[in-house]
C-alpha cells in the first residue's frame, strides 16, 4: 500500500493581524474607550480649552495655564522692577549678601570685603550678613572663630532670618526671590546655580585674588573682568 498524505486545513488556521494592518487602526480609532483614539484626544483638547477660558475669566489671568489633565500650573509673577533681564531695583549702594564661604574665602586670600567690593563696583557698598549665616558660623567651632568675628564686623548690617530654622543657603534664596535688589556674594558652585535660575541677581565671587561680579553690566566699566 502507499503512504497516505495528510492535506493541510487552511480552513481551522488561525488568522493573526498585524497591528499595523488598516482594519485594525480603524476599528481602534472608531473605539471611543480607547485613549489614543481620535475621539479621546479631540474631547481632551477641548475640555482643557474650556478649563483654560474659565481660569481666565476666574480671574487667574496669565499666571495659570491649563494642562492635558486639565491641571492648573500657576506661574510666579514677574516683578515690576525688571525690564526683560535688566534690574532697574540694583543701583549704588548696593546691597551685597555674604553667605559662609565667602567670608571665609576673603580671609584665605587676605581680602577687606568692603574694599574689595568696592574696588569691583566702584560704588559704595552695603554688606548684609543674615542671622543663618551667623549662626553656621557659630556652629562650626574654633576653626572658623576669625570668619565669626568678621561677620559680626560693625560695618555690616545684620538681616533677620525669612523663615526660623532655615540653612543658610535656603534663607538667601527665599530672600533674594522675594527681593530682587541685593547681589549675592558666594562661592558654593551649589548655591550659584540655584542663583542662575533666579533672572535679575548679579551673583559675586572671588577670582584671582579679587572680586568678580556676573550679570551686572554697569560693574564691567570698572575692575570686574568682563564676563
Do not use: W
Not at 476599528?27 to 485613549?35: E, G, I, K, V, Y
Amino acid at each position: 500500500m502507499g503512504k497516505a498524505k495528510k492535506t493541510r486545513k487552511f480552513a481551522e488556521v488561525k488568522r493573526v493581524i498585524s497591528r499595523r494592518d488598516a482594519l485594525a487602526s480603524a476599528a481602534a480609532s472608531s473605539n471611543p474607550r480607547n485613549p489614543n483614539s481620535v475621539t479621546s484626544v479631540t474631547a481632551r483638547r477641548t475640555a482643557a480649552h474650556l478649563a483654560s477660558r474659565k481660569g481666565a475669566s476666574s480671574g487667574l489671568g496669565a499666571g495659570a495655564e491649563a494642562g492635558a489633565g486639565g491641571d492648573v500650573r500657576r506661574v510666579a509673577s514677574t516683578p515690576a522692577s525688571m525690564f526683560f533681564r535688566h534690574n532697574t531695583a540694583l543701583g549704588p549702594p548696593y546691597q551685597i549678601i555674604v553667605d559662609t564661604n565667602f567670608i571665609n574665602f576673603s580671609i584665605r586670600n587676605k581680602l577687606d570685603i568692603v574694599q574689595a567690593a568696592m574696588d569691583c563696583l566702584c560704588a559704595q557698598v552695603t554688606i548684609c550678613v543674615p542671622e543663618p549665616v551667623i549662626a553656621e558660623l557659630e556652629k562650626l567651632g574654633q576653626k572658623y572663630r576669625l570668619a565669626l568675628r568678621t561677620a559680626k564686623d560693625p560695618r555690616f548690617e545684620r538681616l533677620p532670618a525669612v523663615t526660623k530654622g532655615n540653612y543658610a543657603d535656603d534663607d538667601i534664596v527665599e530672600r533674594v526671590t522675594q527681593h530682587r535688589c541685593y547681589i549675592v556674594a558666594t562661592c558654593d558652585r551649589e548655591l550659584r546655580r540655584r542663583m542662575r535660575k533666579i533672572v535679575g541677581v548679579p551673583i559675586m565671587y572671588i577670582k584671582s585674588h579679587r572680586f568678580s561680579i556676573e550679570r551686572l553690566p554697569e560693574a564691567t566699566l570698572g575692575n570686574a573682568p568682563a564676563m
